[in-house]
């Protein structure tokens, strides 16, 4: 009975792994960490809102920077590729307060606050601001590659922040939304299997004593 309840759980944990295999990250609006504060690190300048969000259908070029001067609070999410397969990355940045403050980018493997085109892959486009309504852009991580998300203050003001933000950061294998290919169980999973096996050997050795 042991053993079966902890077969049972594995499965579900590994089951529930997979509905979720595309999500990276889900942070809804009001998540205790998707918070610009005053003690986040600061860009003294940021990426101009061009209007056209980044899209899997072609390479957006650098828009280039807005030239006024900073400090901008920004966070920076990142998400290792393991998956050993080029990445379809979509991006969906909230802003239910509709502030208009807030903007998100992508960098691949690392991202430079002085040197923004650097590893710059592509942008939310706008900020979200119309009815609550979010902005979604799309950029491609190469195979062996990381994604960095960035999302920053726009204003130069102290007195906007704090800023909350949600974030969702989707993954597929191909333009098509096709889901990701199920990983093999990690290494943790292995060892709590053999664990759980384990502890089931002394209730099966105490009943068949008993037989």
Known sequence: MVLKKSLLAIALMLSA???RANILLDRPYGSPDTVLTAGDPTMDDRILRDGVPSDWSYMKFFPGMIGTAGPRAYDTWTFQN????????QITLDDLANTGLVFSSAHLNSFDALNQ???????AGFSPLVFGL???YQVI?????NLV???????????DLPLEYGLMVEAFSSQFYEALPVPEPSTAVLSLIGLMIIGARKPLANYLRRA
């Open 117 to 123: 085109d650097t590893n710059y892959i592509g942008d």
């Open 141 to 145: 991580v190469p195979a062996g590659n």
């Open 82 to 89: 393991v998956w050993g397969i080029d990445l379809y990355v």
């Open 17 to 19: 792994s997979a509905l």
């Open 149 to 159: 998300v960035v999302v920053n203050q726009t204003s130069a003001l102290a007195g």
């Open 134 to 136: 979010p902005v979604t």
